[in-house]
């Protein structure tokens, strides 16, 4: 059931910034389009062969694997359309923040329910890929995983409560990335460097440091110790940033994560 293809195609309900990217990302590997089906009032430019319907309505066939990527706000207004358009049996994977597997199971009764907290690497086929599934069920959890292989690396969380960690760390965690590459270029800019300079970079900069990480057996902290020569520049920075990255870093992701448990409540209407 976790095999697409055109003759079991995966349906979209909802594909803007994160369906996008992970359309685009299945697409890139080599999936063929029309193993896809969106539903989404507002979708545009979709990649040709994929099969787009504004409304639920219109999709015809019932989906046996589906992702809800719409906005949790606005889930509790669409679960009664998404139930007409699943399968009795089908699997469906929720990507939204927050809503948990009791919501979702009580909206779509009988499916086999998946949480995944993706991020919009997605599209590149670098995404961290958090996991969550109720009942322990190896064989939907090596389907779920043959599955999402393009997109990037699956790793199951074993209570359900921890994918608000894993959404604040892995889902929010580009933005955060982002912001910090701005502060490096906006920090050159600052200290008298053009700005499309000082912003490739900090682009560039990050870039290799990251590739450096992630080839590299030694830890973070142990590639920081190698940049740094006793009494150079690097220790003069690392004197302030040390004196309160951490400390932001924390407060960041617990309002984050506060987010995804306060999003998990009914809303009040
Ligand atoms: N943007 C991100 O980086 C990440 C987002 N998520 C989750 O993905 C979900 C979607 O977020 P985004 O893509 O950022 O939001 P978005 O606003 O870009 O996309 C939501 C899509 O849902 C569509 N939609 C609204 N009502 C609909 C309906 N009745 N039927 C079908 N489609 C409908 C909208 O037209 C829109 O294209 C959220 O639940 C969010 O928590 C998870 C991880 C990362
Ligand atoms: O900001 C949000 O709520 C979503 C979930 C993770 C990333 N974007």
């Known amino acids: 059931m976790t095999e697409i293809s055109r003759d079991n195609p995966l349906l979209f309900f909802g594909c803007g910034?994160?369906?996008?990217?992970?359309?685009?990302?299945?697409?890139?590997?080599?999936?063929d389009p029309a193993a896809f089906i969106v539903v989404d009032p507002m979708a545009q430019a979709?990649?040709?062969g994929v099969r787009h319907f504004a409304d639920a309505s219109m999709a015809g066939s019932k989906a046996r694997i589906a992702l809800v990527a719409v906005?949790?706000?606005?889930?509790?207004?669409?679960?009664?359309?998404?139930?007409d358009i699943v399968a009795g049996d089908a699997i469906v994977i929720s990507v939204m923040a927050g809503v948990r597997v009791e919501t979702l199971r009580s909206a779509l009764p009988g499916r086999k329910i998946v949480r995944l907290m993706p991020n919009l690497a997605a599209s590149l086929g670098k995404s961290p890929l958090g996991l969550f599934e109720p009942d322990g069920d190896a064989q939907l959890r090596a389907g779920i995983e043959k599955c999402l292989a393009p997109?990037?690396?699956?790793?199951?969380?074993?209570?359900e409560v921890l994918m608000d960690a894993v959404t604040a760390l892995a889902g929010s965690g580009p933005a955060f990335v982002y912001r910090f590459i701005d502060a490096l270029a906006k920090a050159g800019e600052s200290l008298g460097l053009n700005p499309a300079v000082s912003a490739t970079l900090a682009k560039a900069t990050v870039d290799g440091a990251v590739d450096l990480a992630i080839a590299s057996d030694a830890s973070p902290?142990?590639?920081?110790?190698?940049?740094?020569?006793?009494?150079?520049?690097?220790?003069?920075?690392?004197?302030?940033l040390d004196g309160g990255l951490q400390q932001l870093i924390d407060a960041t992701l617990k309002a984050a994560r506060d987010r995804g448990v306060d999003l998990s409540k009914p809303i009040e209407q």
């Open 17 to 31: 910034n994160m369906g996008r990217a992970m359309l685009d990302g299945w697409i890139a590997a080599g999936i």
């Open 46 to 48: 979709l990649p040709e």
């Open 71 to 83: 906005k949790p706000q606005v889930f509790p207004q669409i679960s009664n359309e998404l139930t």
């Open 151 to 159: 997109l990037g690396t699956p790793v199951w969380i074993n209570e």
């Open 221 to 240: 902290e142990e590639l920081a110790r190698r940049v740094t020569s006793p009494g150079g520049t690097t220790a003069a920075g690392l004197e302030v």
